[in-house]
């Protein structure tokens, strides 16, 4: 980890900055469309969810569902942002396949959420990322083009479901800051229940402005959006290939072309889709089909009063509260399934050994079988109890951890697993005393090295008094008896 | 008993079910002395001798004549329009009926679902006869630019019914239907009326909801009724109103007893005469007809105001940015991937968008598309669309100002009488000019009424207009019920095309 900020293109006479600004497309969990009944539940049949309303025909009218409302709303308050009282649903028009109506209902001039902001935790500090809006718009179909070799067939479940644009400011100076601003905006609407952050099914993608300048430039370079990335990864990756590609024609004496690209994951490249002057002119006017969205104030402060407590408030209690470091804090509550659990394990265990064994062992086994914690095969009990088991000293943490592997294998109660293995610490003084007299016995020569001097061999003895009490001697009692028959 | 039965029967007959308006339809049906069946087959019978006047695009007999031999088995008359077999705009989107709104780009569509505002008129227990002949998406003031052909005026072969609701208003005054439905954007269900001597009534907008409805310019379409006269048209508004939380600009208010409420009630009333309305070059007749409206109620003890409504002159030019930039955006649905026509032609996806699009839409249609993706695009938009919309307001608040003071408003429905098939076709800008006394009320979202009040010298009818504030739809219908009993209209068919 570097202390620094220190993300530039470095060439041989220059040092550029990457200005970065994202426009993230998150879906919002809703049972139903933006302006339809139909379902949103993904992975069904080809135009199985599909309304008379999701495929434009005549005469069919859209009705806004509140609930979508009410998520963008939450979203908006999570991002600190002001929420717009009157916002308006505009039409983007264009013709595609997968677009029924010719139009997408966007929000254009006013949207329903203005400016706001988001901290991330970069190990150089904090870092504040401006939010420009957030407003409500609808999917569009699918086309699938790989089917046939002579048609393209369109799936129009997709049609008309509630995406959020969340539209940051250039605020962003690296793939790193990227990475965790993408995430960060996953926890939020992920602990708020307005977005699943799915990437894989397409739940959060996002559109990546890319510019460079001279460091120290007060101006911005020309930019290049790149289209519908679809994972932290690609957006990563694009950002680099992209500054790349401009600072080599900057630096050969070209210009920048203000365009759209596309990032090809497979040559790591971006390419131009489209020029500015070859752009859509989508012709936004208000739909008129929809009166202008007016919420009141109260509605907006009863969501307010309902908010779950956020990331950034939960890390802040957490390090206060249970003296966990940030670093510790941020993992901890990076889900909030995470912080419930976490939270619920040392309801009645040690925190300081609860939290490692959360981050450290339990994680391991999360990551190794691609487990969410709410599917962790050792639950939020069962950890507590093993954690109080080497509290009380029943148990040795080397113990602990074959217990544990145990506890993943079977599901089983730490407690069921040390009985009917037999793996209860050692703690009797006269066993003891004798497993350790028996040791030093065998090892004549190796107290009289000791004596003399070689005091290293003492964490021999306690190896072999472990050994010979298969592990579960309590290692402070071998420690106390031990030193008391080494003076002798 | 029985012998007396047959002999009313044929009274009803000798009456003519022609002449009388569909509130008296009702009470025949309610006492029973003519069942729906009866009442289905004679319009059936009309629709199929009224083809010359190509009103309908589809009819649905089959249905028809089982609803009613339904309706005659129950005999529920609880509902507003029991048995009432009623033809509609094929705008309204018809549960496995073909709805074409006049496209060749949804010829063959058959929607699985039913616009709200004819599931209303079903549930009051009225029956579906077919589908009504109307300006392509509903984009014209003539039914000429029908992929399905003109409309023929009953009034006289040759002659423009009006549009867009063009098949509605012919089949209304042919009797092929008792009463109609229409859409109205910008004077789509009061020019007709006007041009045909009868009735028809532009609700405040989401008074009848927009779901179902092929969409046309959504910020200004509102459904409403077309009938022989305004009792009949306070019933048919009763009956299809109504708040909808399908359609997000629908307003949530309870429902109004239009029909029992009516009265023809004027004294004491305020009346604006807005000076904005006396355009250039308006014929002497519409002149004389607006005067006769005003003598008519000054008699009938209604107070006159002048009143100006100084932004009128940019309605027009408003309104042909307002409406065709959302009509560019309402119609790029039409794109032959999921329903409606597509081209064979095209090699790649934006070929065959462009074929399926130059084939599918008239000119009409495409011209407005094009003006409307030019005052929305970049560059553009803030001196056409953001400029219309700022204008518009400023006509809204003139008959916010106008509305402190007086109750309704009284205009000429129409510049002009009805006009020759062909006469107007090639001259968008004068066909467009039909449209300015009716235009301001939809950029307002306001109510209005057009009633026939008169004649001009070739004996085509003229229409006066009711203007009112958002909601009052019942002091526009009192108002115009009660100058309907003084005018007095009357208008003979020889029913030239049986």
Same mark, same amino acid.
């Given at each position: 980890?570097?202390?620094?900020?220190?993300?530039?293109?470095?060439?041989?006479?220059?040092?550029?900055?990457?200005?970065?600004?994202?426009?993230?497309?998150?879906?919002?969990?809703?049972?139903? +469309?933006?302006? &339809?009944?139909?379902?949103?539940?993904?992975?069904?049949?080809?135009?199985?969810?599909?309304?008379?309303?999701?495929?434009?025909?005549?005469?069919?009218?859209?009705?806004?569902?509140?609930?979508?409302?009410?998520?963008?709303? +939450?979203?908006?308050?999570?991002?600190?942002?002001?929420?717009?009282?009157?916002?308006?649903?505009?039409?983007?028009?264009?013709?595609?396949?997968?677009?029924?109506?010719?139009?997408?209902?966007?929000?254009?001039?006013?949207?329903?959420?203005?400016?706001?902001?988001?901290?991330?935790?970069?190990?150089?500090?904090?870092?504040?990322?401006?939010?420009?809006?957030?407003?409500?718009?609808?999917?569009?179909?699918?086309?699938?083009?790989?089917?046939?070799?002579?048609?393209?067939?369109?799936?129009?479940?997709? &049609?008309?479901?509630?995406?959020?644009?969340?539209?940051?400011?250039?605020?962003?100076?690296?793939?790193?800051?990227?990475?965790?601003?993408?995430?960060?905006?996953?926890?939020?609407?992920? *602990?708020?229940?307005?977005?699943?952050?799915?990437?894989?099914?397409?739940?959060?993608?996002? =559109?990546?402005?890319?510019?460079?300048?001279?460091? %120290?430039?007060?101006?911005?370079?020309?930019?290049?959006?790149?289209?519908?990335?679809?994972?932290?990864?690609?957006?990563?990756?694009?950002?680099?290939?992209?500054?790349?590609?401009?600072?080599?024609?900057?630096?050969?004496?070209?210009?920048?072309?203000?365009?759209?690209?596309?990032?090809?994951?497979?040559?790591?490249?971006?390419?131009?889709?489209?020029?500015?002057?070859?752009?859509?002119?989508?012709?936004?006017?208000?739909?008129?089909?929809?009166?202008?969205?007016?919420?009141?104030?109260?509605?907006?402060?009863?969501?307010?009063?309902?908010?779950?407590?956020?990331?950034?408030?939960?890390?802040?209690?957490?390090?206060?509260?249970?003296?966990?470091?940030?670093?510790?804090?941020?993992?901890?509550?990076?889900?909030?399934?995470?912080?419930?659990?976490?939270?619920?394990?040392?309801?009645?265990?040690?925190?300081?050994?609860?939290?490692?064994?959360?981050?450290?062992?339990?994680?391991?086994?999360?990551?190794?079988?691609?487990?969410?914690?709410? =599917?962790?095969?050792?639950?939020?009990?069962?950890?507590?109890?093993?954690?109080?088991?080497?509290?009380?000293?029943?148990?040795?943490?080397?113990?602990?951890?074959?217990?544990?592997?145990?506890?993943?294998?079977?599901?089983?109660?730490?407690?069921?697993?040390?009985?009917?293995?037999?793996?209860?610490?050692?703690?009797?003084?006269?066993?003891?005393?004798?497993?350790?007299?028996?040791?030093?016995?065998?090892?004549? =020569?190796?107290?009289?090295?000791?004596?003399?001097?070689?005091?290293?061999?003492?964490?021999?003895?306690?190896?072999?008094?472990?050994?010979?009490? &298969?592990?579960?001697?309590?290692?402070?009692?071998?420690?106390?008896?031990?030193?008391?028959?080494?003076?002798? | 008993?029985?012998?007396?039965?047959?002999?009313?029967?044929?009274?009803?007959?000798?009456?003519?079910?022609?002449?009388?308006?569909?509130?008296?339809?009702?009470?025949?049906?309610?006492?029973?002395?003519?069942?729906?069946?009866?009442?289905?087959?004679?319009?059936?019978?009309?629709?199929?001798?009224?083809?010359?006047?190509?009103?309908?695009?589809?009819?649905?007999?089959?249905?028809?004549?089982?609803?009613?031999?339904?309706?005659?088995?129950?005999?529920?008359?609880?509902?507003?329009?029991?048995?009432?077999?009623?033809?509609?705009?094929?705008?309204?989107?018809?549960?496995?009926?073909?709805?074409?709104?006049?496209?060749?780009?949804?010829?063959?569509?058959?929607?699985?679902?039913?616009?709200?505002?004819?599931?209303?008129?079903?549930?009051?227990?009225?029956?579906?006869?077919?589908?009504?002949?109307?300006?392509?998406?509903?984009?014209?003031?003539?039914?000429?630019?029908?992929?399905?052909?003109?409309?023929?005026?009953?009034?006289?072969?040759?002659?423009?019914?009006?549009?867009?609701?063009?098949?509605?208003?012919?089949?209304?005054?042919?009797?092929?239907?008792?009463?109609?439905?229409?859409? =109205?954007?910008?004077?789509?269900?009061?020019?007709?009326?006007?041009?045909?001597?009868?009735?028809?009534?532009?609700?405040? *907008?989401?008074?009848?909801?927009?779901? %179902?409805?092929?969409?046309?310019?959504?910020?200004?379409?509102?459904?409403?009724?077309?009938?022989?006269?305004?009792?009949?048209?306070?019933?048919?508004?009763?009956?299809?109103?109504?708040?909808?939380?399908?359609?997000?600009?629908?307003?949530?208010?309870?429902?109004?007893?239009?029909?029992?409420?009516?009265?023809?009630?004027?004294?004491?009333?305020?009346?604006?005469?807005?000076?904005?309305?006396?355009?250039?070059?308006?014929?002497?007749?519409?002149?004389?007809?607006?005067?006769?409206?005003?003598?008519?109620?000054?008699?009938?003890?209604?107070?006159?105001?002048?009143?100006?409504?100084?932004?009128?002159?940019?309605?027009?030019?408003?309104?042909?940015?307002?409406?065709?930039?959302?009509?560019?955006?309402?119609?790029?649905?039409?794109?032959?991937?999921? *329903?409606?026509?597509?081209?064979?032609?095209?090699?790649?996806?934006?070929?065959?968008?462009?074929?399926?699009?130059?084939?599918?839409?008239?000119?009409?249609?495409?011209?407005?598309?094009?003006?409307?993706?030019?005052?929305?695009?970049?560059?553009?938009?803030?001196?056409?669309?953001?400029?219309?919309?700022?204008?518009?307001?400023?006509?809204?608040?003139?008959?916010?100002?106008?509305?402190?003071?007086?109750?309704?408003?009284?205009?000429?429905?129409?510049? &002009?009488?009805?006009?020759?098939?062909?006469?107007?076709?090639?001259?968008?800008?004068?066909?467009?000019?039909?449209?300015?006394?009716?235009?301001?009320?939809?950029?307002?979202?306001?109510?209005?009424?057009?009633?026939?009040?008169?004649?001009?010298?070739?004996?085509?009818?003229?229409?006066?207009?009711?203007?009112?504030?958002?909601?009052?739809?019942?002091?526009?219908?009192?108002?115009?019920?009660?100058?309907?009993?003084?005018?007095?209209?009357?208008?003979?068919?020889?029913?030239?095309?049986?």
């Amino acid at each position: 980890m570097k202390d620094k900020f220190d993300y530039f293109i470095k060439t041989e006479n220059n040092k550029w900055e990457v200005i970065i600004g994202l426009e993230v497309h998150a879906q919002v969990t809703s049972k139903s +469309k933006l302006f &339809s009944s139909s379902s949103t539940k993904f992975g069904e049949k080809p135009n199985t969810q599909v309304s008379l309303v999701d495929s434009a025909f005549p005469g069919m009218l859209p009705v806004i569902n509140k609930f979508c409302i009410e998520q963008a709303v +939450k979203t908006g308050l999570g991002l600190n942002a002001k929420i717009n009282l009157r916002s308006i649903f505009d039409r983007k028009n264009y013709f595609y396949a997968d677009l029924p109506a010719g139009y997408q209902i966007s929000q254009y001039k006013n949207p329903i959420v203005g400016e706001g902001s988001v901290t991330l935790d970069m190990p150089y500090g904090t870092k504040k990322v401006g939010i420009e809006r957030l407003h409500l718009e609808q999917d569009a179909g699918k086309s699938i083009h790989d089917l046939s070799p002579d048609n393209t067939f369109v799936d129009l479940n997709r &049609s008309g479901v509630a995406l959020m644009e969340i539209v940051s400011k250039p605020d962003l100076r690296s793939p790193d800051e990227v990475n965790s601003y993408v995430k960060k905006l996953r926890t939020i609407m992920r *602990y708020l229940g307005t977005c699943d952050g799915n990437m894989q099914e397409g739940s959060l993608r996002a =559109d990546v402005n890319v510019s460079v300048r001279k460091e %120290g430039e007060k101006a911005f370079g020309t930019r290049c959006e790149i289209k519908n990335v679809n994972s932290i990864k690609f957006m990563e990756m694009a950002i680099e290939s992209e500054a790349k590609r401009q600072v080599e024609l900057l630096e050969s004496g070209k210009k920048i072309i203000q365009e759209t690209r596309l990032f090809d994951t497979k040559k790591n490249e971006t390419r131009s889709m489209r020029s500015k002057e070859e752009a859509h002119d989508y012709r936004y006017f208000p739909d008129p089909d929809l009166l202008p969205l007016e919420i009141k104030q109260s509605f907006v402060d009863d969501l307010k009063n309902k908010l779950p407590e956020l990331p950034d408030k939960k890390k802040e209690r957490f390090i206060n509260k249970f003296k966990l470091t940030p670093y510790e804090a941020n993992v901890l509550i990076s889900e909030n399934n995470i912080s419930e659990y976490f939270e619920e394990v040392i309801k009645t265990a040690d925190i300081k050994l609860a939290k490692n064994w959360i981050i450290v062992e339990l994680f391991a086994v999360l990551n190794d079988k691609n487990l969410d914690i709410k =599917d962790s095969p050792v639950s939020s009990k069962n950890l507590a109890n093993l954690v109080n088991s080497i509290s009380s000293g029943e148990i040795s943490g080397k113990i602990a951890k074959k217990v544990f592997e145990l506890m993943v294998q079977s599901g089983d109660e730490p407690s069921k697993i040390i009985q009917d293995k037999g793996l209860q610490q050692q703690s009797d003084p006269k066993k003891l005393q004798k497993i350790v007299q028996k040791v030093l016995e065998k090892n004549l =020569d190796k107290i009289t090295q000791y004596k003399a001097g070689k005091e290293k061999l003492y964490g021999f003895f306690v190896g072999e008094v472990m050994k010979a009490s &298969s592990g579960k001697a309590n290692p402070k009692l071998v420690n106390d008896i031990l030193k008391k028959e080494l003076k002798k | 008993m029985r012998t007396f039965l047959l002999y009313q029967r044929l009274l009803i007959k000798m009456n003519d079910l022609n002449n009388i308006s569909l509130s008296e339809i009702i009470k025949l049906v309610k006492s029973k002395k003519i069942s729906s069946l009866e009442l289905a087959n004679h319009f059936i019978n009309n629709i199929k001798k009224g083809k010359k006047l190509n009103s309908f695009i589809t009819t649905c007999f089959d249905q028809t004549i089982n609803d009613s031999k339904n309706f005659d088995k129950k005999q529920n008359f609880d509902g507003l329009l029991p048995g009432i077999p009623i033809a509609v705009k094929d705008l309204f989107c018809t549960k496995n009926i073909k709805t074409t709104a006049g496209s060749k780009i949804l010829e063959n569509f058959v929607p699985t679902y039913e616009s709200t505002v004819t599931s209303n008129l079903w549930k009051e227990g009225a029956i579906l006869l077919g589908k009504l002949n109307c300006d392509e998406f509903a984009m014209g003031s003539s039914n000429e630019t029908s992929f399905f052909g003109n409309v023929l005026n009953p009034l006289e072969n040759n002659l423009v019914p009006g549009g867009s609701s063009g098949g509605s208003a012919t089949a209304l005054t042919a009797s092929l239907t008792p009463a109609t439905i229409g859409t =109205d954007t910008g004077g789509s269900i009061r020019q007709p009326a006007s041009f045909t001597g009868t009735v028809g009534l532009k609700p405040t *907008y989401g008074l009848c909801s927009r779901w %179902g409805i092929v969409a046309f310019a959504s910020s200004l379409d509102q459904a409403g009724p077309m009938t022989k006269n305004v009792e009949d048209c306070a019933l048919m508004l009763e009956a299809m109103s109504g708040y909808d939380k399908k359609d997000s600009t629908s307003i949530n208010r309870k429902k109004e007893n239009y029909s029992k409420n009516l009265k023809r009630s004027i004294k004491g009333i305020k009346i604006g005469i807005p000076k904005e309305y006396r355009v250039d070059n308006m014929p002497k007749e519409i002149e004389q007809l607006w005067k006769n409206g005003i003598d008519i109620l000054k008699k009938s003890g209604a107070k006159i105001i002048d009143i100006s409504l100084p932004h009128t002159k940019y309605a027009l030019p408003t309104y042909y940015i307002v409406a065709p930039a959302e009509a560019s955006s309402n119609l790029a649905r039409y794109d032959g991937i999921k *329903y409606g026509y597509r081209s064979k032609k095209g090699n790649n996806l934006i070929e065959m968008y462009e074929h399926t699009r130059a084939e599918g839409f008239g000119d009409e249609v495409k011209r407005r598309v094009l003006i409307g993706t030019y005052v929305l695009s970049s560059g553009y938009y803030d001196a056409y669309y953001l400029k219309a919309q700022k204008v518009r307001k400023l006509i809204k608040g003139d008959f916010d100002n106008s509305f402190k003071e007086i109750d309704a408003i009284l205009t000429p429905s129409t510049p &002009s009488s009805a006009f020759k098939i062909g006469e107007k076709a090639n001259d968008p800008i004068s066909m467009y000019l039909n449209d300015i006394f009716t235009v301001p009320v939809n950029l307002a979202g306001l109510p209005a009424i057009s009633i026939p009040a008169g004649k001009d010298h070739k004996g085509y009818p003229l229409g006066l207009q009711l203007i009112s504030k958002e909601l009052e739809e019942q002091k526009i219908l009192n108002i115009a019920f009660a100058m309907e009993k003084e005018i007095d209209f009357k208008q003979t068919l020889n029913r030239w095309w049986e």
